[in-house]
């Protein structure tokens, strides 16, 4: 769990700022998220299948939009 130290005549937003920043790059939000409830290996599976898809057709679409360009 990341801290942070409140400087001497930081205020308390900005220190909440830099609290969020370091929660945001350790991660910490995502994995409470991925871990709030328990999914079952199956559910697990097709999650990941269907996100493997959307990055596929994200994929296709961009090379299909290079390909329209040069022409």
Do not use: W
Not at 5 to 11: A, I, T
Not at 22 to 40: N, P
């Amino acid at each position: 769990m990341p801290g942070v130290r409140v400087k001497e005549g930081e205020s308390f937003e900005r220190a909440l700022r830099r609290f969020k920043k370091r929660c945001e790059k350790a991660g910490v939000l995502s994995d409470f998220r991925k871990h709030a409830h328990f999914e079952k290996p199956s559910e697990r599976k097709k999650r990941k299948r269907s996100a493997a898809r959307r990055k596929l057709r994200k994929l296709k679409i961009k090379q299909l939009k290079r390909t329209t360009k040069r022409r």
